[in-house]
Nanobody, 121 residues
Framework: QLQLVESGGGLVQPGGSLRLSCTAPGFTLNSYAIGWFRQAPGKEREGVSCITKSGPSTYFADSVKGRFTISRDNAKNSIYLQMNSLKPEDTAIYYC??????????????WGRGTQVTVSS
């Protein structure tokens, strides 16, 4: 069973940066589109970003556009979400997900358990 694993979360001050990683030990992710989602307490799950398996092409939610970047390193079987200029409203649990395409990422079959990102002074 494919299980995604997120890492890199933590506590950061407003304006700071974090880099989240997503990988799947024992499985190759280079044939999947990978998306990042987040969910804050009392809020709906929000799509943050997605990267396609080839190209690659990328997508960002308006709320993070210009601040976040997504990339993949196939040699390391990892996908990264670089988060810069962090704001308190970025505080959430961040999840990665794998699907055939970014178009279908909301219905992804594979999800991680999440990593907590807290932006606070």
């Amino acid at each position: 069973q494919l299980q995604l694993v997120e890492s890199g979360g933590g506590l950061v001050q407003p304006g700071g940066s974090l880099r989240l990683s997503c990988t799947a030990p024992g499985f190759t992710l280079n044939s999947y589109a990978i998306g990042w989602f987040r969910q804050a307490p009392g809020k709906e799950r929000e799509g943050v970003s997605c990267i396609t398996k080839s190209g690659p092409s990328t997508y960002f939610a308006d709320s993070v556009k210009g601040r976040f970047t997504i990339s993949r390193d196939n040699a390391k079987n990892s996908i990264y979400l670089q988060m810069n200029s962090l704001k308190p409203e970025d505080t959430a649990i961040y999840y990665c997900a794998a699907a055939a395409t970014c178009r279908g990422i909301y219905g992804a079959d594979y999800w991680g358990r999440g990593t907590q990102v807290t932006v606070s002074s």
